[in-house]
């Protein structure tokens, strides 16, 4: 329904950085791309997960966070972190109006976390137009 | 000896009436027939037939009097006389019984055709019916056009609302073909229902219609529409109370409310000349006071009050 | 002393944000994102969160205004919001494909909330459509068993505004 579309390309690029981030850490077992307005485009989930929902609710927490961060008068919020006993769910904006979920297990570091997902959205703001 | 007669029967029902009339001889006090060339002491209206409501609402008001509201199901139509289909003798004893008692408790000395004197600015809009009709006070006018559904006025805001609280004797009051309309170029024709609420909330001086039944239970059948004005915490009030499920009488309504009788008729005239309020029979059944719902608790109540005191006062 | 609030919801695009931005006294919390799908064409932000603004009552007591996103994709945020509210408004935007379901969508969907409380049906953008009439609405919420006020109200306007809040806390205590 979302009309943000991915050529083929786009995709097999995205699964490729998706790859990549979870062979630097096999704590991450879900990586989700989805739109600032609450719609999924890309996805690689190593264990069943309902992707649009998780959309929805990301872009939800994303706004929140970034709306607390100006309530609280603090600069550019970088990600919302879930710290939870099983595990995180980091996400953070994607260029523009796309949002970059990541979902891993409680053995992963968080700072090995954090460097992955800011490279890998590099790598992707680079290609993505 | 009284008068019965119908609009918009079937020829069976008409018939079954007939004959269940020339049935009731010593059951009744005093001796009913059947006639339609003479005014009517009841009148018995197929309010599922639209003709035939159309016919009667072009009736005079006195020959309107005691109509009773024949129907299938509850028909959502302010009559406070309702007989369901199909006819039984019983139930036509009961109405026309409690219709021969209405009217002895009225006997007043009547003069002419006409009932009972029209008191109050509400009933003598209320009795106008369908035409048109011009009230006047000096320069002051309002021109209401039931057929159209319409009404014009030199006031508007408060100053109408002030033009319509006057007593009935201040205005000069003209209807029908003698109704000098205002020219169609200077004047803006405005929705009834505007000027029907004022009339009923200005305009009735503590007393209710006299088409309205004072132990009735009454219940909204939607809300007003405001407009422009913002209704008082009364209005409001008593719109929410009449919105429950059952039907509530003024005893009722002034128990919940603390509100004086004179608003709660007010209210009631102007939701009735607006054709939003139901009325059922005070004499059915009333639903059970333990199933009322329960008591606002005062901390509420007081912090309710809060949230209206700060609306009414808008901060820029 | 508890929080009171007030939740504002109904269809994308009805002005759910308008209305809290209309009535608050501070300058309203949005969490309004960059549409990217069909509604684009309609209007180029939508709340993915909530609105969130303040009324102030004479004793310092505050008020809190929740403006749920419209879209039903943030159909969990509507759970959340409603927490403890105390009643609902409900926007229905007639200028869209049929509003009398959207209503009864609405209904359905905080059917529970509003059984315990109460709400208030806001029709919108009338001045672009006087379709369905006033009485449609009512008939359709009164085959539900249901009887709130239905006003056709301009939510820029403070005055609609206060005038639904207004109605819901008297339905609140009387109704
Ligand atoms: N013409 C007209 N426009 C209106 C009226 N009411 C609101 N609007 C406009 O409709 C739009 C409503 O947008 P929002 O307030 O963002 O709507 P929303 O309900 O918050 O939408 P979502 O957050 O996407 O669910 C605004 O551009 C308003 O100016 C009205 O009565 N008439
Ligand atoms: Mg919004």
Same mark, same amino acid.
């Given at each position: ?14 699964q490729?950085?998706?790859?990549d ?6 704590a ?8 600032v /307005?609450?719609h /999924? ?6 264990q /069943?997960m ?5 959309a929805?609710?990301?872009s ?6 970034e ?7 603090q600069?550019?919020c970088?990600y ?13 904006? %994607?260029?523009?109006?796309?949002v970059?979920?990541v ?14 997902t ?5 790598? %992707?703001?680079?290609? %993505?137009? | ?11 069976k029902? $008409?018939?079954?009436?007939k ?16 006639r339609?060339d003479?005014?009517a002491?009841? =009148?018995l209206?197929?309010?599922?037939n639209p ?8 009736? *005079? ?12 199901? !509850? ?5 406070t006389?309702?007989?369901a289909?199909?006819l ?7 109405? =026309?019984?409690?219709? !021969?008692q209405?009217?002895d408790?009225?006997?007043v000395?009547?003069?002419?055709s006409e ?11 209320d009795?106008?019916?369908?035409g ?8 002051r !006018? ?10 014009c ?6 100053s =109408? ?8 004797? !201040?205005?000069?009051i ?6 000098r309309?205002?020219s ?7 929705d009834?229902k ?7 909330q200005?305009g009735?001086h503590g007393?209710?219609?006299?088409g ?14 405001f ?9 409001? +009030?008593?719109c929410?109370?009449? +919105?429950r499920k059952?039907a509530?009488?003024i005893?009722?309504?002034r $128990?919940?409310?603390? =509100?004086?009788?004179f608003d709660?008729i007010?209210?009631?005239?102007a939701?009735?000349l ?7 029979s005070?004499?059915?059944?009333r ?10 608790s005062?901390?509420?109540k007081?912090?309710?009050a809060?949230?209206? +005191?700060?609306?009414?006062n *808008?901060?820029? | 002393?508890s929080?009171?609030?007030?939740i ?6 009805? &002005?759910?944000t308008? #209305? ?5 006294e ?7 994102? #960059?549409?990217?799908?069909?509604l684009s ?22 008020v809190?205004l929740?403006?749920?996103? &419209?879209?039903?994709r ?6 959340i919001?409603?927490?403890g ?21 609405y209904l359905e969907?905080?059917?529970d909330?509003? #059984?315990?409380?109460g709400?208030v049906?806001g029709?919108v953008k ?6 369905p ?36 806390v008297?339905?609140?205590e009387?109704?």
């Amino acid at each position: 329904m979302s009309q943000v579309r991915i050529s083929e390309n786009g995709a097999q690029f995205c699964q490729s950085v998706f790859d990549d981030m979870m062979t630097q850490s096999d704590a991450v077992y879900g990586v989700l791309i989805s739109t600032v /307005d609450g719609h /999924d485009v890309v996805k690689c989930f190593k264990q /069943d997960m309902p992707a649009s929902k998780l959309a929805a609710m990301m872009s939800s927490v994303l706004a929140l966070g970034e709306t607390v961060a100006i309530e609280a008068d603090q600069q550019q919020c970088r990600y919302v972190i879930v710290e939870n006993s099983n595990g995180y769910i980091l996400t953070l904006r %994607l260029k523009e109006k796309l949002v970059l979920t990541v979902i891993a297990r409680a053995n992963a570091n968080l700072g090995m976390l954090h460097s992955i997902t800011r490279s890998a959205v590099e790598k %992707l703001a680079e290609k %993505l137009k | 000896m009284k008068y019965l007669s119908s609009i918009g029967l079937s020829v069976k029902d $008409e018939n079954v009436l007939k004959s269940l009339i020339d049935l009731l001889g010593a059951r009744m006090s005093e001796e009913w027939h059947y006639r339609d060339d003479v005014p009517a002491d009841a =009148l018995l209206l197929d309010v599922d037939n639209p003709d035939a409501i159309a016919t009667w609402k072009m009736r *005079p008001e006195t020959a309107r009097r005691n109509t009773i509201a024949y129907s299938n199901s !509850e028909p959502g139509f302010a009559l406070t006389r309702r007989l369901a289909k199909p006819l039984r003798a019983a139930e036509l004893i009961a109405v =026309l019984k409690d219709i !021969e008692q209405a009217n002895d408790e009225l006997a007043v000395p009547v003069v002419g055709s006409e009932a009972t004197e029209v008191t109050t600015l509400a009933d003598c809009v209320d009795r106008q019916g369908n035409g048109v009709m011009r009230l006047a006070c000096g320069d002051r !006018e309002v021109v209401i056009d039931r057929s159209r559904q319409q009404f014009c006025s030199s006031e508007s805001g408060e100053s =109408l609302a002030a033009l319509l609280t006057l007593p009935l004797p !201040e205005y000069q009051i003209s209807t029908g073909a003698d109704v000098r309309l205002p020219s169609e170029a200077s004047v803006r024709w405005q929705d009834q229902k505007a000027v029907l609420w004022l009339v009923g909330q200005c305009g009735s001086h503590g007393k209710l219609l006299d088409g309205v039944d004072r132990n009735g239970l009454f219940r909204l059948n939607r809300w007003p529409g405001f407009g422009p004005v913002r209704p008082s915490h009364t209005v409001l +009030s008593l719109c929410s109370l009449l +919105s429950r499920k059952s039907a509530m009488g003024i005893a009722d309504m002034r $128990e919940a409310t603390g =509100l004086p009788e004179f608003d709660i008729i007010a209210f009631i005239n102007a939701a009735f000349l607006t054709g939003i309020l139901d009325i059922q029979s005070g004499d059915v059944a009333r639903p059970e006071t333990g199933a009322a719902k329960p008591e606002v608790s005062t901390e509420r109540k007081g912090l309710l009050a809060k949230i209206r +005191s700060r609306l009414a006062n *808008p901060r820029t | 002393m508890s929080e009171i609030k007030i939740i504002i919801t109904g269809t994308p695009g009805a &002005g759910k944000t308008t #209305a809290i931005a209309a009535i608050s006294e501070t300058p309203p919390v949005r969490t309004d994102t #960059a549409t990217t799908d069909e509604l684009s064409e309609v209007k180029e932000q939508t709340t993915v969160a909530m609105d969130f603004g303040e009324l102030t009552l004479e004793d310092d007591q505050k008020v809190f205004l929740y403006g749920t996103p &419209g879209q039903r994709r943030f159909e969990f945020m509507w759970k959340i919001l409603v927490q403890g509210g105390l009643g609902l408004i409900i926007l229905v935007d007639c200028t869209r494909e049929d509003p009398l379901a959207d209503m009864k969508m609405y209904l359905e969907n905080f059917s529970d909330f509003i #059984a315990e409380t109460g709400a208030v049906i806001g029709l919108v953008k009338r001045d672009m459509t006087d379709t369905p009439p006033l009485d449609e609405f009512y008939q359709a919420l009164n085959q539900q068993g249901l009887m709130f006020p239905v006003f056709e109200v301009d939510v820029r306007e403070q005055g609609d505004v206060a005038l639904m809040i207004d109605a819901l806390v008297s339905l609140l205590e009387y109704s």
